[in-house]
């Protein structure tokens, strides 16, 4: 039962570079994120997904974009990296019911240095 | 600003002793959640407290919340070191839909065996 898997686990990036997060849930669930976590500011959401096909912006969305390419899977891209986007980021999804409420399940988490 | 704010930011205690930890949250919620994050790892959901509820508990867990003054607590009974985590409290917000469920800093939580 792998539940969310992200990778990369870790990268090193240069200032300027792209890259993209992967992200995929195995449980069937509607909604999926993304957050980053950073020193001292707990979780910001940066974008969700509602449902497939449907993406909104978070609390910090800049510089980032996301794709939901099927029920399963999110992407999160950085287009042009820069050292304020060195933190850990983690990927979630969740099914809201009314016994669960909206518990949200997390990834592992890929930390991202930004140089 | 954040949604959640947990107080302590930090709390060392003896194993086996009871570990209390506090969510103040600014504006009205369907419910409140908190989650356990171990070192390197991602959160893990712990517990949830609907606005209607006053306590709950789940194993060695009681949660309270107080709708009144916007708060909840977190008490973990006869510690173990295998609690050394942070705890994060989340709100989810009335009138909003998933997306909204906000977390605040934590609290991080250090068991001395």
Request: some cysteine.
């Amino acid at each position: 039962n792998a539940g969310v898997t992200q990778t990369p686990k870790f990268q090193v990036l240069k200032t300027g570079q792209s890259m993209t997060l992967q992200c995929a849930q195995d449980m069937n669930h509607n909604s999926m994120y993304w957050y980053r976590q950073d020193p001292g500011m707990g979780l910001r959401l940066i974008y969700y997904s509602a449902s497939e096909g449907t993406t909104d912006k978070g609390e910090v969305p800049n510089g980032y974009n996301v794709s939901r390419l099927n029920k399963r899977e999110f992407s999160l891209r950085l287009e042009s990296a820069a050292p304020s986007q060195t933190s850990v980021y983690f990927c979630a999804s969740s099914l809201r019911t009314l016994s669960s409420g909206n518990t949200i399940y997390f990834g592992e988490g890929s930390w991202l240095t930004v140089v | 600003s954040q949604q959640g704010e947990e107080d302590p930011q930090a709390l060392s205690i003896q194993e086996g002793e009871n570990a209390t930890m506090n969510c103040s949250y600014k504006t009205s919620i369907n419910n409140l959640q908190w989650y356990r994050q171990n070192s390197g790892r991602g959160l893990v959901h712990l517990i949830l407290i609907r606005s209607n509820e006053r306590e709950k508990h789940s194993g060695r867990l009681r949660v309270t919340l107080d709708t009144s003054k916007k708060s909840s607590s977190l008490l973990i009974t006869a510690s173990r070191a295998a609690d050394t985590a942070s705890y994060f409290c989340a709100t989810d917000l009335l009138n909003f839909g998933n997306e909204k469920l906000t977390f605040g800093t934590g609290t991080r939580l250090t068991i001395i065996p």
